[in-house]
C-alpha cells in the first residue's frame, strides 16, 4: 500500500465529512471541503470549527496548509484524484434513507477528462452504489470509479476512531479504485475489509444495529432486573468478561438517540421491508427503545404520585456527552412526556442548547436546575456530573429524588445524601 499524497474532495462540511478531511489532510494528502452552506464555508476559512468535536480545532488548525474549503463545486474537483461523498441522509416520511443530497453531489459532478474515483462516506441503502454507477455510466463516465468506504466513527471520539479504527471497510466494483482507497489511509495500523460494493454497504447498516441490539438487550435485562431484584451493572459485567460477548455497549439507561442509530434502524428495517421481508429482531430494538425513553416518567411517578405542578429538572440534554449533537435524544421525549404531565421542566446541559424544546426553562447551572426542584432526573453522562457536591445540591432541592438514567452516580453516596436514588434495572439496591 503506496503513502502518496493525493487530492481529495470531501463533499459535505458536517461532523462526518470535515473530520474525514481533517484526517485526510493529517495523513500528508491535499483536501477541499465542499459545502453549500456558504457561512459554514466562510467560517471554516477563517478558521473557526462550526461543530463540537474534541480534537477536530486542533487538527484543522495543524493542517491549515493542505486544507481548503469552497461552496463551488468546480474548485472542489479542479484537480481532485478521489471525490468523497460526506452528506446528510436523513430519513424520510417513509423511513427510508432521503437520497436527494447524494443524488445532487452525483449529478453536479462534471464530466472530467482524468481518472476520478468517487468514494461514498455517507451511509446509504444497499443497492445505491449499483445506482450511482448507472447514474455516472449513463452520464458517459464509465471511468469514474466507484467505491463504498462506510465510516464507523462514533461522535466525541470521531477523530480517534478514524486515525484508529478497529477496521477499515472498502467495497469496490474495480479492483484498482479499491487500491486507490486502501491506498489514501496509508499510516493507520488497522485490518482492511475489502469486498464488493453491496456487501460493505451492509456491514455499516449491520453494524449498527448490531450495536443498538446490545443496547435495547442490557436495557431489556434492566428492566426484568428491576421487577426481580438484580442490579444490571452486575449482569453486564459479569455476562461482559465472557469473550464471546464482550463489555461493550452493555451499559443500561434511558435509551440511545443521535444522528446514527435511530435513522439507519429505520433505513435497514425499510430495506428489508422494501424487499419482501419483516425484519422482527430489529423492530423489536426500535420498539424497546422508544419504550425506555419513556420509562423514567413511571419512575418519578412512583415517587412523586401526579407529576401535575411539580418542578424536574433535566440534567444533560445532548445524546451522549462530549457532543452538542440533540438530534433524537432521549431527553427531548422525555421533556416532551413531562410537559404534557403537567411538570415544569428545567434543563441544564454544558454544551448543548435546543430551540425546537417549547416550554422548558434552559439554566446555565446544574444548581440552577435543581434548586428548589421535586426531582433531578440524570439523562446525559457529563463527567462534571459526578464531581458535584451532590449534599449541598440536594439541600436547596424541594425533594432528593434522583433518577439516575445512566447508572452514572455513586447511589450509596447519594442515599447517605438523604437521596431517594433510582438508576436503570439496580434492582436490589
Ligand atoms: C454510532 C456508532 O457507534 C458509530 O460506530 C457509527 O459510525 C455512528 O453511529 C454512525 O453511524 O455514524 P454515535 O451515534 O456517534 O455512533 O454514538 P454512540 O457512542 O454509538 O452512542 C449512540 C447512543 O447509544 C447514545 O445515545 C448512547 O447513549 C447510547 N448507548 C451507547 C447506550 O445507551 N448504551 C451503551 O452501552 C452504549
Known sequence: ??????????FGAGYVGLVTGACFAELGHRVTVRDVLPDRIAALQRGEVPIYEPGLDELLARNRDR???TTEVADAIDGAEVVYVAVGTPSTYSGDADLSAVWTVVDELPVVGERLVVVMKSTV???TGERVRDRLDARGMGAVGYVSNPEFTAEGTAVRDFMRPDRIVIGAFDAADGDLVAALHAG????????DVASAEMIKLAANAALMTRISFINEIANVCEATGADVVKVAEGIGLDHRIGPAFLRAGVGFGG?????????LKQLAANSGYHFQLLNAVIEVNELQKRRVVGKLRHH?????GTTIALLGLAFKPNTDDIREAPSLVLA????????DVRVWDPVATSDELHGVTHVDTVAAA???ADAAVLVTEWPELAELDWEALGASMRRRLLVDGRNMLDRDALRAAGFAYEGIGRGAG
Do not use: N
Request: net charge positive; proline share 8%.
Open 1 to 10: 500500500m503506496s503513502g502518496e499524497p493525493r487530492r481529495i474532495a470531501v
Open 67 to 69: 486544507l481548503r474549503f
Open 125 to 127: 441503502p444497499v443497492g
Open 188 to 195: 493507520i495500523d488497522a485490518p482492511i475489509v475489502r469486498s
Open 259 to 267: 444522528s446514527c442509530f435511530p435513522k439507519d434502524s429505520l433505513a
Open 304 to 308: 412523586l404520585g401526579t407529576l401535575r
Open 336 to 343: 416532551g412526556r413531562l410537559l404534557a404531565e403537567g411538570a
Open 370 to 372: 435543581v434548586a428548589g
